[in-house]
């Protein structure tokens, strides 16, 4: 393999075990938020077992992004010096905010969340849930600002020609506010929720199976169904807003996700199916006329195939794009479905009869992580052969210095050390699990209410 194939392999092997983390820290901490608050409002001590035992979880997932993260940023310079150089006032803006605005924020209140038990008072333990909370949504903001520029940019000009041509900003806020970094942005925002939401369901789900800590399962339950149920649905028009927002600024990227060749002409929508890019036809079930009623309401509505673009400048793997993409469509499907019998189940005091959905929830913790994982990958792949979309060749983004044997090093190295990593984290999460919360005596209420106040 080439060093471009080679580098793509690379980052996108980092950033998909990096992508595990960051979503499940911001979901954890919106629960922590939840859980807490319930704490202080009904002074009963199962919220706060719940409490304490959502931020053990938190902190092993928040020290493995972080450490995980700082990764990618050295392989810009050393695989992508072009695009380094093309992007760098760009994206270092986003990266200094992230720092100022969100990492700070975190971190800052994080030794509080951790350590403050019985040193500050529960309302301020609560706001460094808070804090802690919003920094881990503020640091996704700069992040997918940062990508979505690469994917719609805005608010900048080109100095320079050649290899020393570079981006700069002339407008932050439409840097900031490109045309797909807000639609972009709730879409992640949801998959954490249901990231973290589906982890806290599993667990409590698995504690019931086991009649262990019912009651905590119980408040568990209380606080992840809602979130799931809410998030799953809103992921829903979330999904369809960004097909529209694609439709218009990524045409290929959209016919690549559908298999949709005709240059012009209505397009259908599958359900699952094989595309064959050599025959240029896709094989599966489809509905006629379907992403044309979806973009427009019409079926007639033509849509802008794959053939419009020149070979060079549309995704080369179609079937790949074509299929990550309805995994994560079909994922979110099964969620919304899982989620609202499940919600349902408890409304009425009927979920813990139901083993076979208590079983589902268990295993459910996975399908998110796929979800977010091939949502990435179909936006990532269905932007090739762009790094910066109509901008930037991903060919022309290498570091001219770097050879192929050197990317396989660091490649096999990079790969057992995550793979020891993710052991890891296994172990210490299992570990966690089923030491559960830690019992503790009550509270009193006279104190609570009295720091509440």
């Known amino acids: 393999m080439d060093v471009?194939?080679?580098?793509?392999?690379?980052?996108?092997?980092?950033?998909?075990?990096?992508?595990?983390?960051?979503?499940?820290?911001?979901?954890?901490?919106?629960?922590?938020?939840?859980?807490?608050?319930?704490?202080?409002?009904?002074?009963?001590?199962?919220?706060?077992?719940?409490?304490?035992?959502?931020?053990?979880?938190?902190?092993?997932?928040?020290g493995l992004g972080v450490a995980t993260g700082i990764v990618m940023e050295f392989e810009f310079g050393t695989n992508w010096a072009v695009y380094s150089r093309y992007v760098g006032d760009v994206f270092g803006s986003a990266l200094a905010a992230e720092g100022i605005f969100a990492f700070a924020l975190e971190s800052g209140f994080l030794g509080v969340l951790l350590f403050g038990w019985g040193r500050v008072k529960p309302v301020w333990h609560f706001v460094s849930a808070v804090g802690v909370w919003l920094g881990s949504m503020f640091s996704a903001v700069w992040i997918v600002v940062a990508n979505s520029w690469q994917q719609t940019p805005a608010g900048y000009h080109v100095v320079g020609e050649g290899l020393d041509a570079r981006a700069e900003?002339?407008?932050?806020?439409?840097?900031?506010?490109?045309?797909?970094?807000?639609?972009?942005?709730?879409?992640?925002?949801?998959?954490?929720?249901?990231?973290?939401?589906?982890l806290l369901a599993s667990i409590a789900a698995w504690y019931l199976?086991?009649?262990?800590?019912?009651?905590?399962?119980?408040?568990?339950?209380?606080?992840?169904?809602?979130?799931?149920?809410?998030?799953?649905?809103?992921?829903?028009?979330?999904?369809?807003?960004?097909?529209?927002?694609?439709a218009e600024h990524q045409p290929a990227k959209l016919a690549a996700l559908e298999g949709h060749y005709a240059a012009e002409g209505p397009a259908d929508m599958y359900l699952f199916g094989w595309v064959d890019d050599a025959t240029q036809e896709v094989t599966g079930l489809g509905v006629p006329g379907g992403l044309s009623i979806l973009l427009s309401g019409s079926p007639d509505t033509p849509v802008t195939g794959l053939n419009a673009f020149a070979p060079e400048d549309r995704p080369g793997q179609v079937n790949a794009v074509?299929?990550?993409?309805?995994?994560?469509?079909?994922?979110?499907?099964?969620?919304?479905?899982?989620?609202?019998?499940?919600?349902?189940?408890?409304?009425?005091g009927r979920l813990e009869a139901s083993t076979w959905t208590l079983r589902a929830l268990v295993v459910a913790v996975l399908l998110?992580?796929?979800?977010?994982?091939?949502?990435?990958?179909?936006?990532?792949?269905?932007?090739?052969?762009?790094?910066?979309?109509?901008?930037?060749?991903?060919?022309?983004?290498?570091?001219?210095?770097?050879?192929a044997e050197q990317v396989w090093f660091s490649l096999i190295l990079f790969t057992g050390i995550y793979l020891v990593l993710f052991l890891l984290f296994i172990y210490l999460l299992r570990k966690k699990i089923l030491h559960g919360p830690d019992r503790e005596e009550s509270e009193r209420a006279s104190h609570l209410q009295s720091a509440w106040s």
Do not use: C
Not at 171 to 179: G, I, R, S
Not at 186 to 196: E, N
Not at 232 to 245: D, N, P
């Open 4 to 62: 471009e194939i080679l580098s793509r392999i690379q980052f996108a092997f980092t950033v998909a075990f990096h992508y595990i983390y960051p979503p499940l820290s911001i979901g954890l901490g919106l629960l922590i938020v939840l859980a807490e608050w319930k704490w202080l409002r009904t002074a009963e001590a199962v919220w706060r077992q719940l409490t304490r035992f959502l931020i053990k979880l938190f902190a092993l997932t928040f």
């Open 169 to 198: 900003i002339v407008d932050f806020w439409a840097m900031v506010l490109n045309p797909s970094s807000v639609e972009r942005l709730m879409h992640v925002w949801l998959g954490s929720f249901l990231a973290g939401g589906f």
């Open 209 to 246: 199976i086991k009649k262990q800590h019912v009651d905590v399962a119980r408040k568990a339950l209380a606080i992840a169904l809602p979130v799931v149920l809410v998030a799953s649905w809103a992921q829903l028009f979330s999904g369809h807003v960004a097909a529209e927002v694609v």
């Open 322 to 348: 074509f299929q990550f993409y309805h995994i994560m469509v079909a994922i979110g499907m099964a969620l919304i479905a899982l989620a609202t019998w499940a919600f349902v189940l408890q409304r009425r």
């Open 368 to 403: 998110p992580q796929i979800a977010n994982q091939a949502g990435w990958f179909a936006a990532e792949m269905g932007r090739q052969p762009w790094v910066v979309y109509g901008l930037l060749r991903t060919s022309d983004a290498l570091s001219e210095a770097v050879r």
